[in-house]
């Protein structure tokens, strides 16, 4: 596919289903991921995927870890507990902030960030469908202790990846004008 094709036609697909993306495909995922900018190559950016029954027993810790949980209605409890069951791979972003003179957090984020861009990019090419979610399970702790996060490091993302089984919804069309305009100085 044209790449700026793929680029302006990609959106975010919330039902997502089996079966499981292959080996080559998550290959190219991850390589894409990988090249995104990178201030200074510190490669703060690692990824670890989430497939079959890890998926429930991550969605248990996180259910098993909140502090309402024998509140919830049934249905909430279902969800909750099968949050991560929404598709056949999650690919958990994760970001490792150091301390550098020259590159701030932010951009040790942003390079994540872009990672994940590239990744939903890739995705679309492959006529895959995903989603990149955060929620409070992005910052729970128990979470990401089961995970083996260390202190440094933050989750910028959960990336749902699946197949698509329902109509995508259309990109909207942005109207460029809005967003963007030539700067020039004012003159006296
Ligand atoms: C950092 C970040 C976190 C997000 N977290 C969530 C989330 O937790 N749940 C959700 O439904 N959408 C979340 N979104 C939004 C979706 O990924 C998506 O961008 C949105 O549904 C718009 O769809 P589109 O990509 O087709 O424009 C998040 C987006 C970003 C950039």
């Keep these: 596919m044209d790449a700026i094709q793929n680029i302006l036609e990609r959106v975010s697909v919330a039902q997502l289903t089996g079966p499981d993306i292959s080996a080559e495909q998550k290959d190219i995922l991850f390589r894409a991921a990988l090249r995104a900018p990178d ?10 995927t989430l497939e079959g029954d890890a998926r429930q027993y991550v969605s248990e810790v996180y259910y098993q ?10 249905e909430k409890t279902k969800k909750m507990r099968n949050r991560l069951l929404r598709a ?12 550098h003179y020259k590159v701030p957090r932010d951009e040790q984020l942003l390079s994540t960030g872009a990672g994940i861009q590239n990744m939903l990019n890739a995705v679309h090419a492959l006529g895959l ?6 929620g409070d399970m992005a910052e729970n702790t ?10 440094d490091e933050i989750i910028t993302g ?9 109509a995508p ?3 909207p069309a942005m109207p460029v004008a809005e967003y963007v305009r030539a700067w020039t100085p004012e003159k006296p």
């Design 39 to 48: 201030h200074a190559w510190l490669r703060p950016s690692r990824y670890l």
């Design 65 to 74: 870890s909140l502090p309402d949980k024998d509140q919830l209605s049934d």
């Design 88 to 99: 056949p791979l999650i690919v958990v972003a994760i970001t490792r902030v150091q301390e």
């Design 129 to 134: 469908g995903a989603i990149w979610r955060t």
């Design 142 to 151: 128990a979470v990401k202790a089961e995970l083996g996060l260390s202190a």
């Design 158 to 166: 959960f990336v749902y990846i699946g197949h698509i089984n329902t």
């Design 169 to 171: 919804k259309s990109p």
